[in-house]
């Protein structure tokens, strides 16, 4: 079994309040959920109202199907033009 947890790093430069970034960090956690299967969740800077961090678990038999997920969430993440991604560190456990 192999985990992959990874830590991104975002920034809302649209953003101008704390309602504003929960309304677009909890529409993006949704949205991820969905579409790819993955735990995720805001994980730091919640009193940050142009910055956030989201931590992601996913569990595969096969690392390159995972580093491939995570490849297609962060460009997901880009594409949908709310959220810049400023860092984004991945770690894979073989257990």
Avoid: C, Y
Wanted: net charge neutral; charged share 25%.
């Amino acid at each position: 079994m192999i985990i992959a947890l990874a830590r991104l790093t975002l920034h809302l430069p649209d953003n101008h309040s704390l309602k504003g970034k929960r309304k677009v960090i909890k529409g993006l956690i949704e949205k991820i959920r969905q579409r790819f299967d993955a735990a995720v969740a805001e994980v730091d800077d919640h009193d940050l109202w142009q910055k956030s961090q989201l931590g992601m678990a996913m569990v595969s038999n096969d690392t390159q199907v995972l580093d491939a997920r995570v490849n297609k969430i962060i460009q997901f993440i880009e594409d949908q033009h709310l959220v810049q991604v400023i860092d984004s560190r991945v770690e894979f456990w073989h257990w």
